[in-house]
């Protein structure tokens, strides 16, 4: 499984390229799913969300893909920047219970 | 529209320490939410407040404890400081339609290193 801080899962991509952060998440009971990005010294800051009866969103530059058959969360980032270059989480809730955060992925972006 | 502040944002202690820490949410936000990173567990689930009442409560010992003010603002308090207990505290504040879901927006948290 991943973890935090210096096991941190990274991928390192060209400035330019697209980049695809991926996430497996265990309970189908979850209806809701949120991507954060923190950056150093930061708190998260909200990316982009969706909930189970969509299986794709997108926002400006980024695209969360769900797939329930084999609970999988994917955030993809088009023409990735530097300032993209961050850990980025994934979250999921079921009913009204607390977003349950993923351990992140480290992307750094080669410029 | 002011963020999440949080105070303090850094601060030492001692073992057997307690430390109380504060957190002002957005403007109109009734739900504030704590979580505590650390590199190896990353982000965990304290408890979650909505119109002072303790909504959700992660699995965490009775040493953490928290409140939320008429105003909305909440602190959250850890009794009997442990090596352990050294991480970044993050709090995070909703319009809470739904019990700490939907967006949550963080402050950039109180980093407390206990030695």
């Known amino acids: 499984g991943e973890s935090v801080g210096l096991h941190l899962p990274t991928l390192s991509v060209q400035e330019g390229d697209n980049s695809i952060i991926n996430c497996a998440y265990s309970?189908?009971?979850?209806?809701?799913f949120i991507w954060y990005k923190q950056e150093s010294g930061k708190g998260p800051q909200f990316i982009i969300d969706i909930r189970s009866n969509m299986d794709k969103r997108q926002g400006q530059r980024v695209t969360v893909l769900l797939n329930k058959t084999v609970k999988h969360l994917s955030l993809q980032i088009a023409a990735t920047q530097p300032g993209d270059s961050a850990v980025y989480f994934c979250?999921?809730?079921?009913?009204?219970?607390?977003?349950?955060f993923g351990k992140g992925t480290r992307l750094s972006v080669i410029a | 529209k002011a963020g999440v502040t949080q105070t303090p944002r850094y601060l030492i202690k001692t073992r057997g320490q307690q430390v109380t820490l504060s957190c002002s949410p957005i403007?109109?936000?009734?739900?504030v939410s704590w979580y505590q990173q650390t590199p190896g567990q990353g982000l965990q689930f304290l408890f979650e407040y909505f119109s002072e009442t303790q909504r959700n409560k992660g699995n965490f010992p009775g040493r953490f404890s928290g409140r939320q003010f008429s105003n909305s603002r909440s602190e959250m308090n850890v009794s009997t400081l442990e090596l352990g207990d050294s991480a970044l505290y993050l709090c995070?504040?909703?319009?809470?339609?739904?019990?700490?879901?939907?967006?949550?927006?963080f402050g950039e948290g109180s980093r407390l290193t206990v030695l």
């Open positions: 979250a999921e809730s079921s009913g009204n219970t607390p977003l349950v």
């Open positions: 995070a504040s909703s319009s809470g339609q739904r019990p700490n879901t939907g967006e949550l927006f």
């Open positions: 309970n189908s009971a979850s209806d809701y």
């Open positions: 403007s109109g936000h009734r739900s």
